[in-house]
């Protein structure tokens, strides 16, 4: 987030020998304690202005925005967060990437706000109402929006990928 990201670009970007490139998190303070505080508890917790700065400051090393859409994350807020996220690609011509997972809100709300270059990340995640998998239809708009240029990413994780999910995709 962008309260936190001077310490990533210093410690961890500019050591490395390789090119390493981020997705800044609408979140401020990104995912510091993400398993014990949402970044995204409320509009508190995103600061418009100040994300917009740290990605104007930071063009070379950040590619694109990134949200968290998932119900342990954003609760009753649903598909708000994802939607600021957005608005901030928009303005700064860069991609989104959304983390989803279980709603609210749910994936094809998701679905809705995504334009060629955003990319879904644990798009495979198998959780019921969650998935790409839930309905045929929403597998269908899963592949309209991957032949339009919208990215399917397996992202990682235990909780975040089911292998019975890609199997069937």
Not at 148 to 163: L, P, T
């Amino acid at each position: 987030g962008e309260a936190n990201f001077h310490g990533l670009r210093e410690y961890v970007i500019e050591p490395q020998a390789e090119t390493v490139k981020a997705f800044l998190n609408i979140g401020s303070i990104g995912l510091v304690a993400c398993n014990r505080v949402s970044e995204l508890i409320d509009m508190r917790s995103i600061d418009v202005d100040r994300t917009l700065a740290v990605i104007e400051a930071n063009r070379d090393v950040i590619c694109g925005v990134k949200v968290r859409a998932s119900g342990v994350i954003v609760g009753a807020w649903g598909i708000t967060p994802a939607k600021i996220a957005k608005r901030l690609g928009e303005i700064t011509d860069l991609p989104l990437m959304v983390h989803v997972g279980e709603p609210p809100p749910l994936i094809d709300e998701v679905f809705d706000i995504l334009s060629p270059g955003d990319i879904v990340t644990h798009c495979f995640n198998g959780k019921k109402a969650g998935s790409i998998r839930d309905t045929a239809a929403l597998f269908n708009q899963a592949r309209h929006l991957s032949e339009r240029g919208v990215r399917m990413d397996i992202g990682h994780g235990q909780a975040s990928f089911c292998f019975a999910t890609a199997r069937a995709s």
